[in-house]
C-alpha cells in the first residue's frame, strides 16, 4: 500500500533543495554582516503561548492551529508552532537573555505550520526565515531591519520586491483610532461579510485586512491610522522613513495594512511581488513592544520580520536553475580487485574534502561513462584490473576529454590537486 504526505506538506527534492539552501546561505550572510545571532526553538509549544501572543480574533489562532492534547499534563495543549517570534520572545524571558545583554539581535529559520486552504505559495507546513531585535525601541533599528531585507533581496537576485509601509500607533494613539474605525464601521456593518461582523466590535482594525472584496469596498474610505498617531509615534515614523530615504530605498505608504496579529505597534511593514500571483506577500512584520511584558518579562521593546521560504524560491526559479552539482568525480573501475583498491583510495580522498562518487555493483564500462556524465563529474578516475598489474590509473577529464596516466602513488595527490584548482 503506497503511503503518501499530508495535504499542503511537500518534500524538497534534490534538484529544488539547492534552490532552499542557495536562499539559506545568503540569508545566514546577511544576518552575520547585520550582527544578527541563530536562535533554535522547539517546533512545538505550549497553546497559550501562541493564543497569549498572537491574539485570541487572529485567523491563525482561530482556525489555523495544529492543536492536540498533551499526554503528559491533563487539560494542556499543545500546538504546532504556526511562526517564530512567540517562541523567540518565550525563549529569551524563559532564559533571561536580559539580565545578560539586553540588546538581542537574533534569527531563526525552519518549518511553520497552519493548517489553511494549501494553494500555490499556500501550504500547511511552510517555511520562515525570520529576525526579532529585542531590546531596541529606536527608529533606526526599524531602519535597520528594512535595510536587512533591502540587501537580502538585492543579494538573491529578487528585483521584484516592493515595500509597503506604516504605523499602527502606540497603546496611547491606537485606541483613539480604534474607536474612530468602529464608528465607521458600525455604519455599514450590514454591508461586511460575517467574519468581519462577528470580530468588529472586539478588534475593528482586523476589518481593514480582511481579503472579501465587499468589505475591502465598504473600507475605501475608512479613516486612516496614520492621521491618529500621537507625536511621538509621528516622530518616530518620520525618522524611519527619513532614513529610508537617505539609503535610497523606496516604499509606499500603506494606513491599510494592519498586519495579521495583536502584537504590532507603531512601525509594520510588508514586502510583496508582482510576481506571486495572489499569495503576494513575500515578508512582512514590525515592531511589537509590548510582547515581552505580555509574554511575563520585563517592558522591553521589540521588533522583527518573517519571510516565507516557499515564495522566495518560486521568485528565483522564474529566473534560473542553477546545474545540478554531481560529485566532483567518479571512478570507474572493471573488476573487482580495481574496485577493492579504489574502495579506502575514495574514503581517504573524501576525509581530505574531495567529493567523489563510487558503486558498488559489477557494471560495464559503458555504463559508468554514461553515469559519470549524468552526474555531471568534472573528472573519472579509471582503474582496471590492466591498470592495477601495471600500477597505473586513468584520469580523464570530462571537459576537455583529455585522458592521463598516473602512477597509482600519485593518484591522490592528482586528484587532491585538481580540487585545490
Ligand atoms: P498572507 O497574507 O500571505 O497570508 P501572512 O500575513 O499570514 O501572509 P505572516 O504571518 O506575516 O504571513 O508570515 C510571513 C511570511 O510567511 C508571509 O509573507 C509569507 O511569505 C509566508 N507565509 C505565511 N503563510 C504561509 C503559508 N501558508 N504558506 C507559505 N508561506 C506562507
Ligand atoms: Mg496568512
Known amino acids: ?13 534534490p534538484g529544488e533543495v539547492e534552490i532552499w539552501q542557495r536562499v539559506e546561505n545568503a540569508a545566514r550572510k546577511i544576518f552575520a554582516t547585520y550582527n544578527f545571532a541563530e536562535i533554535r526553538i522547539p517546533i512545538v509549544e505550549k497553546t497559550e503561548l ?18 492536540f492534547a498533551d499526554q503528559d499534563a491533563k487539560g494542556s495543549l499543545l500546538t504546532l508552532r504556526p511562526e517564530g517570534t512567540a517562541g523567540v520572545v518565550r525563549a529569551y524571558v524563559e532564559s533571561e537573555l536580559f539580565k545578560t545583554e539586553p540588546v538581542q539581535k537574533l534569527y531563526y529559520l525552519g518549518p511553520m505550520f497552519r493548517r489553511e486552504r494549501p494553494q500555490k505559495g499556500r501550504m500547511r507546513q511552510f517555511h520562515q526565515i525570520g529576525a526579532e531585535v529585542l531590546g531596541r525601541g529606536d527608529p533606526f533599528i526599524d531602519a535597520e531591519v528594512l535595510l536587512l531585507l533591502n540587501d537580502f533581496f538585492s543579494a538573491t537576485g529578487i528585483e521584484s520586491a516592493a515595500l509597503q509601509l506604516n504605523s499602527l500607533g502606540c497603546s496611547d494613539c491606537r485606541p483613539k483610532y480604534r474607536q474612530l474605525l468602529l464608528a465607521f464601521l458600525r455604519e455599514r456593518e450590514q454591508a461586511l461579510c460575517a467574519n468581519c461582523r462577528r470580530r468588529m466590535e472586539r478588534n475593528p482594525l482586523r476589518v481593514l485586512d480582511c481579503k472579501e472584496p465587499g468589505c475591502i469596498e465598504q473600507t475605501k474610505n475608512a479613516p486612516s491610522i496614520l492621521d491618529s498617531l500621537c507625536d511621538s509615534c509621528r516622530q518616530h515614523f518620520e525618522i524611519v522613513q527619513r532614513l529610508l530615504r ?6 509606499d505608504l500603506n494606513p491599510r495594512m494592519v498586519r495579521g496579529l495583536d502584537y504590532y505597534c507603531r512601525t509594520t511593514f510588508e514586502w510583496t511581488s508582482n510576481q506571486l500571483g ?9 515592531r511589537y513592544d509590548g510582547l515581552v511584558q505580555e509574554l511575563g518579562g520585563p517592558a522591553i521593546p521589540g521588533v522583527g520580520f518573517a519571510m516565507g521560504i516557499e515564495r522566495l524560491t518560486m521568485l528565483l526559479h522564474s529566473k534560473r536553475s542553477p546545474a545540478p552539482v554531481g560529485p566532483v568525480v567518479y571512478t570507474v573501475w572493471v573488476g573487482e580487485n580495481a574496485r577493492d583498491w579504489a574502495f579506502p583510495v575514495v574514503h581517504r580522498l573524501r576525509q581530505k574534502g574531495l567529493s567523489i562518487e563510487i558503486e558498488g555493483e559489477v557494471r560495464s564500462l559503458k555504463s559508468q561513462m554514461r553515469r559519470a556524465d549524468k ?4 573528472a573519472v578516475l579509471i582503474v582496471g584490473d590492466n591498470e592495477l598489474d601495471r600500477g597505473v590509473a586513468l584520469l580523464r577529464d570530462m571537459a576537455s576529454r583529455e585522458q592521463s596516466e598516473i602512477r597509482l602513488n ?3 595527490g592528482a586528484l587532491l590537486s585538481r580540487k585545490a584548482s
Do not use: C, H, P, W
Not at 501562541?50 to 495544529?66: A, H, N, P, Q, W
Not at 537617505?246 to 516604499?251: D, N, W
Open 375 to 378: 552526474l555531471n563529474a568534472s
Open 50 to 67: 501562541f493564543s497569549r501572543s498572537l491574539g485570541e480574533t487572529t485567523d491563525i489562532v482561530e482556525k489555523e492551529m495544529y492543536t
Open 246 to 251: 537617505q539609503t535610497a530605498v523606496r516604499y
Open 278 to 286: 495572489s499569495q503576494s506577500a513575500i515578508a512582512a512584520g514590525g
Open 1 to 13: 500500500m503506497k503511503v503518501t504526505a499530508i495535504k499542503g506538506f511537500s518534500d524538497i527534492l
Open 410 to 412: 600519485d593518484v591522490e
